[in-house]
């Protein structure tokens, strides 16, 4: 059993279409992230947020919103999306400033048409 | 050159055989260094820390080599249970990133 819950775990959308992924912790753990894993490729580090603020954006388009209304809940939001964005995408979340363990999601797996 | 480097594999080995995956990192102001272990389908979970002195966890043995810039993990005796991606995760300081990277993972297989 998981202490990061993530949903959809699974998504297909068009380029046009606009939706949402949703992540949510039940660790008590106040740093959360987005990374993006796909075939063959090392986790791509999307986003940071320590405590409800984003520290970290890792060049990525804008077409990936993110959203941290509190420290327990992370979206990622999708719009206008491209094939070469279908991937895993993982939610993590950690101790801020702590980079020991971090706890990830099952992930949404993301197909775009 | 890349941050995390790692053989992708795979490793192919009998059960009961010991086998052994390095992993370069780049930076040489890197402080922090992990293994995790990547179920096929499933998310990474942190199998070990690595420390300076090297450490063991069982069947698990994880040594690191400052001057090289390179870790390792050695599994001994191994079992089919352990077939899995292993990956390399170091922090990156001089980025500024307060989060970690991954290297691409090294696939064992173990046979029966």
């Known amino acids: 059993e998981t202490g990061v819950t993530q949903t959809p775990r699974h998504l297909v959308m068009g380029m046009t279409n606009k939706k949402s992924l949703k992540c949510e912790q039940h660790?008590?753990?106040?740093?959360m992230y987005w990374y993006k894993q796909s075939a063959k490729k090392p986790l791509e580090l999307m986003f940071v947020?320590?405590?409800?603020?984003?520290?970290e954006n890792n060049s990525v388009p804008s077409r990936f919103s993110p959203e941290c209304p509190n420290s327990s809940h992370l979206f990622l939001h999708l719009h206008t999306l491209q094939p070469e964005d279908s991937a895993l995408y993982l939610c993590?979340?950690?101790?801020?400033?702590?980079?020991?363990?971090?706890?990830f999601g099952e992930g949404s797996r993301l197909t775009v048409l | 050159r890349k941050e995390v480097e790692q053989d992708p594999g795979p490793f192919n080995v009998p059960e009961g055989a010991t086998v052994a995956f390095n992993c370069t990192y780049s930076?040489?102001?890197?402080?922090?260094f992990f293994w995790y272990r990547q179920d096929c389908r499933k998310e990474p979970k942190l199998l070990m820390s690595?420390?300076?002195s090297g450490n063991e966890d069982g069947r698990f043995t994880a040594q690191l080599n400052r001057a090289s810039q390179y870790i390792s993990l050695l599994i001994r005796d191994s079992k089919l249970s352990d077939s899995a991606t292993y990956l390399c995760?170091?922090?990156?300081?001089?980025?500024?990133?307060?989060?970690?990277?991954f290297g691409s993972g090294t696939r064992l297989q173990v046979q029966p």
């Open positions: 995760v170091v922090n990156n300081p001089d980025t500024g990133r307060r989060a970690l990277t």
């Open positions: 993590a979340s950690s101790q801020a400033g702590d980079l020991g363990e971090l706890f």
């Open positions: 690595v420390y300076s």
């Open positions: 947020y320590n405590f409800k603020e984003q520290t």
């Open positions: 660790l008590g753990h106040n740093a």
């Open positions: 930076n040489s102001a890197s402080q922090s």
